[in-house]
Structure formats: structure tokens, C-alpha cells
């Protein structure tokens, strides 16, 4: 996979994360990501055999985990070159945050922190589709630096 599309997939999963970090903090209704990777985590160590840690080295360890899984996801903008990368960022982008409102309940991590409410599920595929918007623009930008 080019460097290229490293770079773009870590802007996409940077800037879905800023957005998530900084709204849940202002808004009730704020979809709650972290508490999925929290969860996630958690049962994964504990199916294990391994306790899992406390907090703030869980809620750490899961936004971790997700900068590192999303910005592999996004650096799929890349596959067939950077025209078309915004379009495939964003419906990368709509697909994940699809995936993230209505794959969590039948994963076993709760539906809550996803589609609490209508305002919760919106901003949760608005906020994902965003993440692939801004590595489809990344990608496609590195691209005409190098070609230019």
C-alpha cells in the first residue's frame, strides 16, 4: 500500500476521532465509539483468560485500537489512484459509519453508544462518511504534490 494512502487513512481516522472526542464531551446524545472499543477490548481480554485494564488505560487502549483500524480502513481510498478517492472516501466513510450504527447490537457490544437516539445514529454515519471525505481529500491532494 503506497505511503500515500497511510498518510490519507491516518488524516481520515484522525479526523473522525477528533470529532468523536470532542463532541461526546458537549453533547448527551453524542455517539459513544470509545465505549464500543472499550467493550470490544474488554470481552476480546477476557474471552482470553486476561483481566482487562482499568480505567483511563481501557478508554486509551480503545482509542488506540481505533486510530490504528480506521486509519488502515481509509488508506483504502487509494485503491484505484486518486482520481475518485473523495467518492470512495466518502462512501467508504458511509459504509463504516452504516456498519457502526447497526453491527454493535448483533456483535454483542450494545446499541446504545451507536443509535441511542435518531440524533446519536446520524451523527454516527455523518462523523464516519466525514473520516472518508477528509482521506479521500488527503489522497488526492499527496497524489498532485507528488505528480506536480
Known amino acids: 500500500m503506497p505511503l500515500e494512502a497511510v498518510a490519507a487513512g491516518a488524516a481520515g481516522a484522525a479526523a473522525l476521532t477528533l470529532v468523536h472526542e470532542t463532541v461526546r464531551r458537549v453533547r448527551d446524545d453524542a455517539p459513544r465509539m470509545d465505549v464500543l472499543g472499550e467493550r470490544a477490548i474488554a470481552g476480546g481480554l477476557r474471552a482470553a483468560g486476561v483481566e482487562p485494564p482499568a480505567e483511563p488505560n481501557l478508554h486509551t487502549a480503545a482509542l ?45 457490544l450494545g446499541t446504545a453508544p451507536s443509535r441511542r437516539t435518531p440524533r446519536t445514529a446520524a451523527m454516527t454515519v455523518a462523523w464516519y462518511t466525514l473520516g472518508g471525505l477528509a482521506a479521500g481529500a488527503v489522497y488526492r491532494g499527496l497524489c498532485a504534490c507528488r505528480a506536480g
Open 64 to 108: 488506540a485500537g481505533d486510530l490504528v483500524l480506521n486509519t488502515a480502513y481509509y488508506a483504502l481510498v487509494g485503491i484505484g489512484g486518486a482520481e475518485g478517492a473523495v467518492t470512495r472516501g466518502a462512501l467508504l466513510g458511509l459504509a463504516a459509519g452504516v456498519g457502526a450504527v447497526y453491527l454493535p447490537g448483533p456483535l454483542g
